[in-house]
C-alpha cells in the first residue's frame, strides 16, 4: 500500500473513531449532554487522536529509518571498490536507486513481468536499453553488482511496505479500540483533548527549531570539510575569484562579498525612501479611496516572479542605463551592471517595505496622534516626532526582510549584473554575488570531495554568518532607540 492510501486509511479509521466515540458517550449517557463532563465533540476528537497520534509517529519513523537501514543492508553486500569512500558509496546507491525505480516502472507498465523483474541478468540482457524502453535513462551500462543490489533494494523495500502497511494499520485500529472504549461520561475528554494539542504546538515549535539546527549542521560540516582542503587565509583574505574543477584554484571570496554588499546597498537606496515615504502617504495622507486602489496595485509587485524583474532588468533597465549614464560618462558599454541589478532589486522590494510598514504605522494608537495635535504640532512632525518613532521596531523589521531579500536574490543578478568577481566601485560594471557563485558550483555533474564544490558551502555559511550579524546589530539599534520612548 502506497503512503497516499496508506494517509487514506489513517483518515478513515480517525473519522469512524470520531463517530463512533461521540456516539457511545452520548449513549453511555442516556443522550442527555448534560450528564458527560465534556461536550460529545471532545469525546469525538479523543477518538480521532487516538487514532492518528500512534499511526502518524509509526509512519514518520519508518518513513525515517528505512531508506537509512535499506542504504546499510545493501551497502554491507555491495564489492569495496564501489563503497571505498562517501563520494563512490553514494554515486553507487544513486544507480541502485535508479535501477530499482526502472524495475518497479518496468513491471508497473507491463513490460515485464515481477518474476522476471527480480530474475533479470546482465549476461544476457542489455538491463540499460529494457530500462530506456520505461522512460528510466542511466548514463552507462548497468553491472552485474549494481543490478543484484537493486534487486534486493526493490525485494527489501517491499517487505518494508507491507511491513509499514500492517504496523499502521494495527496502530490505528488499536488506537480506535482505544479511543471508543474511553468515551464514558467520567472521562475527562476535553482536557485530554487539550493536552493533545499543546503537545502538537510544541512538536511544531520543535521541527521549526530542529530545521534551523539541521541546516546550520549541514553547512557547518561541509564548511569544515572545505577548510581542511583549502586554507581559510586565502578563502578570507583572498582578492581573486577563479574557481578551477582540475586543480589550482583561486577561491577568495572578497569579490563575491564586495558584489553582494555593492548591490544590496544599492537595492536598498532605491527600496527604503521609496517604500517608506509610500508607507507613510497611504497610511497619514490618503484619503479611503486612493488607499484601496493604490495598495493593492502596489502589492501586485509582489506577485511577480523575479525571472520577470531579471529579464525586466537584462531588457529594459540594463539598455536605458547603458545607453543614457554609463557611455554618456564613459563608466562602461555594459547593460549588465550594479546598477541594473540594484535597481531591479529594489522595486522588488519597494511593496515588501512599504505594505510592512504601513501595516505598522496603522497600529501605532490614535491616541499618540491626538496627543500630539492637541500640543499643537503639525502633521508632518506627528509623523516624524511620534509616529515614525513608535513604529520604528517594525519599519526596521521590514527594512531587514527586504535586505535578507536582496542578499539571497540569484535570478535578477545573473540576468542584470552578470557574473565577473572582481573588486571595483564602478557601479556600471558587471559584478557577481555570492548566491550566483553558490548555484554555479553546485550546477553539473560535480565531484562533492573537491574544494571547488564544497566552497558553495562555505559561501552559504558566510552569508548565514553575516546575516545573523545585522539581525543582531538591528535588535540593538532598536533597543537603544525604544529606552528614548518608553
Given at each position: 500500500m502506497s503512503v497516499l492510501m496508506l494517509l487514506a486509511a489513517i483518515a478513515v479509521l480517525a473519522f469512524a473513531g470520531f463517530v463512533l466515540s461521540r456516539q457511545r458517550s452520548l449513549a453511555a449517557a442516556g443522550g442527555n449532554p448534560r450528564l458527560l463532563h465534556s461536550l460529545p465533540n471532545y469525546y469525538g476528537w479523543y477518538g480521532a487522536i487516538s487514532v492518528l497520534m500512534p499511526a502518524l509517529i509509526a509512519l514518520t519513523v519508518w518513513l525515517v529509518a528505512q531508506p537509512?537501514?535499506?542504504?546499510?543492508?545493501?551497502?554491507?553486500?555491495?564489492?569495496?571498490?564501489?563503497?571505498?569512500?562517501?563520494?563512490?558509496?553514494?554515486?553507487?546507491?544513486?544507480?541502485?536507486?535508479?535501477?530499482?525505480?526502472?524495475?518497479?516502472?518496468?513491471?508497473?507498465?507491463?513490460?515485464?513481468?515481477?518474476?522476471?523483474?527480480?530474475?533479470?541478468?546482465?549476461?544476457?540482457?542489455?538491463?540499460?536499453?529494457?530500462?530506456?524502453?520505461?522512460?528510466?535513462?542511466?548514463?552507462?551500462?548497468?553491472s552485474k553488482e549494481v543490478l543484484s543490489a537493486a534487486q534486493d533494494y526493490r525485494e527489501l523495500a517491499h517487505w518494508g511496505a507491507a511491513g509499514r502497511t500492517a504496523l499502521v494499520i494495527l496502530l490505528a485500529a488499536i488506537g480506535l479500540f482505544w479511543g471508543v472504549t474511553r468515551a464514558r461520561p467520567d472521562f475527562r475528554a476535553r482536557n485530554r483533548v487539550e493536552q493533545?494539542?499543546?503537545?502538537?504546538?510544541?512538536?511544531?515549535?520543535?521541527?521549526?527549531?530542529?530545521?534551523?539546527?539541521?541546516?546550520?549542521?549541514?553547512?557547518?560540516?561541509?564548511?569544515?570539510?572545505?577548510?581542511?582542503?583549502?586554507?581559510?587565509?586565502?578563502?578570507?583574505?583572498?582578492?581573486?575569484?577563479?574557481?578551477?574543477?582540475?586543480?589550482?584554484?583561486?577561491?577568495?571570496?572578497?569579490?563575491l562579498l564586495w558584489g553582494t554588499l555593492y548591490i544590496t546597498v544599492v537595492s536598498m537606496l532605491v527600496a527604503v525612501p521609496i517604500g517608506l515615504f509610500t508607507a507613510i502617504y497611504l497610511a497619514e495622507y490618503a484619503s479611503r479611496p486612493v488607499r484601496n486602489w493604490v495598495k493593492p496595485l502596489i502589492e501586485v509587485i509582489a506577485g511577480i516572479p523575479t525571472v520577470v524583474f531579471g529579464i525586466f532588468a537584462l531588457?529594459?533597465?540594463?539598455?536605458?542605463?547603458?545607453?543614457?549614464?554609463?557611455?554618456?560618462?564613459?563608466?562602461?558599454?555594459?547593460?549588465?551592471s550594479v546598477m541594473t541589478a540594484g535597481i531591479v532589486i529594489g522595486i522588488l522590494n519597494i511593496p515588501f517595505i512599504s505594505s510592512l510598514?504601513?501595516?505598522?504605522?496603522?497600529?501605532?494608537?490614535?491616541?499618540?496622534?491626538?496627543?500630539?495635535?492637541?500640543?499643537?504640532?503639525?502633521?508632518?512632525?506627528?509623523?516624524?516626532?511620534?509616529?515614525?518613532?513608535?513604529?520604528?521596531?517594525?519599519?526596521?523589521?521590514?527594512?531587514?526582510?527586504?535586505?535578507?531579500?536582496?542578499?539571497?536574490?540569484?535570478?535578477?543578478?545573473?540576468?542584470?549584473a552578470g557574473a565577473a568577481a572582481k573588486?571595483?566601485?564602478?557601479?556600471?560594471?558587471?559584478?557577481?554575488?555570492?548566491?550566483?557563485?553558490?548555484?554555479?558550483?553546485?550546477?553539473?555533474?560535480?565531484?562533492?570531495?573537491?574544494?571547488?564544490?564544497?566552497?558553495?558551502?562555505?559561501?552559504?555559511?558566510?552569508?548565514?554568518?553575516?546575516?545573523?550579524?545585522?539581525?543582531?546589530?538591528?535588535?540593538?539599534?532598536?533597543?537603544?532607540?525604544?529606552?528614548?520612548?518608553?
Amino acid at each position: 500500500m502506497s503512503v497516499l492510501m496508506l494517509l487514506a486509511a489513517i483518515a478513515v479509521l480517525a473519522f469512524a473513531g470520531f463517530v463512533l466515540s461521540r456516539q457511545r458517550s452520548l449513549a453511555a449517557a442516556g443522550g442527555n449532554p448534560r450528564l458527560l463532563h465534556s461536550l460529545p465533540n471532545y469525546y469525538g476528537w479523543y477518538g480521532a487522536i487516538s487514532v492518528l497520534m500512534p499511526a502518524l509517529i509509526a509512519l514518520t519513523v519508518w518513513l525515517v529509518a528505512q531508506p537509512i537501514l535499506l542504504e546499510q543492508r545493501i551497502t554491507a553486500n555491495l564489492p569495496a571498490e564501489l563503497v571505498a569512500d562517501a563520494t563512490t558509496r553514494e554515486l553507487t546507491m544513486a544507480d541502485v536507486r535508479r535501477v530499482a525505480a526502472g524495475l518497479d516502472a518496468a513491471v508497473a507498465q507491463g513490460t515485464m513481468t515481477e518474476a522476471e523483474a527480480g530474475m533479470i541478468r546482465t549476461e544476457f540482457t542489455n538491463v540499460r536499453e529494457k530500462l530506456a524502453v520505461v522512460g528510466v535513462a542511466l548514463g552507462s551500462d548497468v553491472s552485474k553488482e549494481v543490478l543484484s543490489a537493486a534487486q534486493d533494494y526493490r525485494e527489501l523495500a517491499h517487505w518494508g511496505a507491507a511491513g509499514r502497511t500492517a504496523l499502521v494499520i494495527l496502530l490505528a485500529a488499536i488506537g480506535l479500540f482505544w479511543g471508543v472504549t474511553r468515551a464514558r461520561p467520567d472521562f475527562r475528554a476535553r482536557n485530554r483533548v487539550e493536552q493533545a494539542i499543546l503537545v502538537l504546538l510544541i512538536a511544531a515549535s520543535l521541527i521549526a527549531i530542529l530545521t534551523t539546527i539541521g541546516i546550520v549542521w549541514s553547512m557547518l560540516s561541509e564548511t569544515y570539510n572545505f577548510f581542511t582542503m583549502y586554507p581559510a587565509r586565502d578563502f578570507f583574505f583572498g582578492l581573486t575569484w577563479s574557481p578551477n574543477f582540475r586543480g589550482g584554484s583561486d577561491l577568495g571570496f572578497l569579490p563575491l562579498l564586495w558584489g553582494t554588499l555593492y548591490i544590496t546597498v544599492v537595492s536598498m537606496l532605491v527600496a527604503v525612501p521609496i517604500g517608506l515615504f509610500t508607507a507613510i502617504y497611504l497610511a497619514e495622507y490618503a484619503s479611503r479611496p486612493v488607499r484601496n486602489w493604490v495598495k493593492p496595485l502596489i502589492e501586485v509587485i509582489a506577485g511577480i516572479p523575479t525571472v520577470v524583474f531579471g529579464i525586466f532588468a537584462l531588457v529594459t533597465v540594463g539598455p536605458f542605463l547603458r545607453d543614457w549614464f554609463a557611455e554618456p560618462t564613459g563608466l562602461g558599454n555594459s547593460g549588465s551592471s550594479v546598477m541594473t541589478a540594484g535597481i531591479v532589486i529594489g522595486i522588488l522590494n519597494i511593496p515588501f517595505i512599504s505594505s510592512l510598514s504601513d501595516d505598522i504605522i496603522n497600529a501605532v494608537p490614535q491616541s499618540l496622534r491626538d496627543g500630539s495635535y492637541g500640543l499643537g504640532a503639525t502633521r508632518s512632525e506627528t509623523v516624524r516626532q511620534v509616529i515614525l518613532p513608535a513604529a520604528l521596531p517594525g519599519i526596521v523589521g521590514a527594512i531587514l526582510m527586504a535586505a535578507s531579500r536582496a542578499i539571497g536574490e540569484t535570478m535578477i543578478v545573473v540576468l542584470g549584473a552578470g557574473a565577473a568577481a572582481k573588486l571595483s566601485l564602478n557601479p556600471f560594471e558587471a559584478m557577481t554575488t555570492m548566491t550566483v557563485k553558490i548555484v554555479g558550483q553546485l550546477t553539473g555533474d560535480t565531484d562533492f570531495a573537491s574544494p571547488e564544490t564544497l566552497v558553495a558551502f562555505a559561501l552559504g555559511m558566510t552569508l548565514f554568518v553575516i546575516t545573523l550579524g545585522l539581525n543582531i546589530f538591528a535588535l540593538w539599534i532598536v533597543r537603544k532607540y525604544r529606552e528614548q520612548y518608553e
